[in-house]
């Protein structure tokens, strides 16, 4: 069959085993930028906060209060709240100091129309220049 169809073709293994070598460098890197992206973005905040009870106030205003649990109770945050109309849309908005130590806030949103809900917008430690005391 040789002398019919000619000798049959030998592979380099060393060849191929360069390429599959380099693709799993490459598969291996990329998997683990894309495990840390993943990590840093969808990991736990280290700030948050969730309502507990919110009141309707008079005057269009509801008072609500949160609980912020952080990783740092040493550092102070803020957290925005913001009340919503019967829609569902946000007819006011409010940022709040969370002082170091301090677990529960309560404030009062005023809002454009009668708000019949209010909830936390999200927290950080990232504080507004105007909302730090000098």
Request: charged residues 25%.
């Amino acid at each position: 069959m040789a002398d019919r169809y000619g000798a049959r073709r030998k592979t380099k293994p060393r060849r191929r085993l360069w390429q599959v070598w380099t693709f799993t460098a490459i598969a291996l890197v990329a998997s683990s930028i894309a495990a840390y992206v993943g990590y840093q973005n969808l990991a736990g905040a280290p700030i948050d906060a969730q309502r507990v009870t919110y009141d309707e106030r008079p005057g269009n205003a509801v008072e609500i209060t949160i609980d912020v649990s952080r990783d740092d109770p040493d550092r102070q945050g803020v957290c925005i709240v913001r009340a919503r109309n019967r829609s569902g849309q946000e007819s006011g908005r409010k940022e709040i100091l969370v002082a170091s130590g301090i677990e529960r806030v309560s404030t009062v949103i005023q809002s454009i129309g009668r708000p019949v809900t209010a909830d936390v917008y999200g927290c950080s430690y990232d504080i507004p220049r105007y909302l730090s005391s000098p």
